[in-house]
């Protein structure tokens, strides 16, 4: 998976190509827990991510396609049990309401490959006042 991320990494922030593949190209490139992140739009169990409590200099990409979506610079620990940030990479993702439970959130996904990565609320800190609530399975770690 490694060689199809370095592959994909975005080259030019202003023009992202999206990348389309089929639902059986998806369950080669993605262990079982990913593909679930990414592509059911399931959510891991708060705490179970190494990326919650990552604090190295580093990027943060799309763990389906490799896209940067935030940076080491962009983090905060947000207390939930999931990797927080109080913004994101301008254009790197795209936001739609989901109703899952019942009222309505702000989900957000790669803008490349359509992953699902979280949750944005309106309870983070300044300077924006987001908290960008993400998946630790939909993202890798680059270290700078």
């Known amino acids: 998976m490694a060689d199809f991320i370095q ?3 975005d080259k030019n922030p202003e023009s ?9 190209v998806w369950c080669e490139r993605l262990p ?8 059911e ?5 708060a705490g179970t991510n190494e990326l919650n409590d990552e604090k190295r ?10 896209l940067l979506l935030f940076t080491s610079e962009m983090k905060f620990d947000s207390g ?6 109080f913004r994101a990479v301008d254009n790197h993702v795209a936001i739609k309401t989901d109703f899952k439970l019942i009222y309505p959130r702000k989900e957000y ?4 490959c359509e992953g699902h990565q979280g949750h944005v609320f309106n309870d983070g800190p300044k300077p924006t006042g987001k908290r960008w609530c993400n998946n630790g399975l939909a993202l890798v770690f680059s270290k700078n």
């Open 57 to 66: 200099d580093g990027e943060y990409l799309c763990a389906g396609c490799g």
């Open 109 to 112: 996904h790669c803008a490349r």
């Open 80 to 85: 939930t049990g999931w990797p927080s940030f």
């Open 16 to 24: 992202i190509e999206k990348l389309e593949l089929g639902n059986s």
């Open 7 to 9: 592959h994909h990494l």
């Open 41 to 45: 739009e399931d959510t891991e169990p």
């Open 32 to 39: 079982s827990d990913r593909y679930k992140v990414l592509r």
